[in-house]
């Protein structure tokens, strides 16, 4: 069984940073994706950055600018660096691997369904990240 695990969530003020890491473990089938997703009170999760195996990353739109997502030095890992943080960003933020990423991330480009948490499969427990004014 496959087993995500997500650190470095805390508290910090308005403009400060936290570094995220997530690490998933067991048969990981060769042509995964990873994925950061976040749910903020009242509103759906919501993709933020996917990585494929080739280390392709696709941002979504509102995370460009102040979230960088990063291979870790070891195989199935994903980082994920919140600059700038407002107290918007205050949620629940979840890392997740999929097997299906195949139809998303091709020739060096991932699309818009590799950030579609309808596609992931296997979720760690999330680490909650509070931004206060």
């Known amino acids: 069984q496959v087993q995500v695990t997500e650190t470095g969530g805390g508290s910090v003020q308005a403009g400060g940073s936290l570094t995220l890491s997530c690490t998933a473990s067991?048969?990981?089938?060769?042509?995964?994706?990873m994925g950061w997703f976040r749910q903020i009170a009242g509103k759906q999760r919501e993709g933020i950055a996917a990585?494929?195996?080739?280390?392709?990353?696709l941002y979504t739109d509102s995370a460009k600018g102040r979230f960088t997502a990063s291979q870790g030095d070891a195989d199935n890992t994903l980082a994920l660096r919140l600059d700038s943080l407002k107290p918007e960003d205050t949620g629940m933020y979840s890392c997740a691997t999929t097997s299906r990423c195949d139809p998303y991330c091709s020739g060096g480009v991932c699309t818009a369904g590799a950030l579609d948490d309808r596609e992931y499969t296997f979720w760690g427990q999330g680490t909650q990240v509070t931004v206060s004014s």
């Open positions: 067991g048969p990981i089938y060769r042509r995964w994706c």
């Open positions: 990585i494929d195996r080739d280390g392709n990353i």
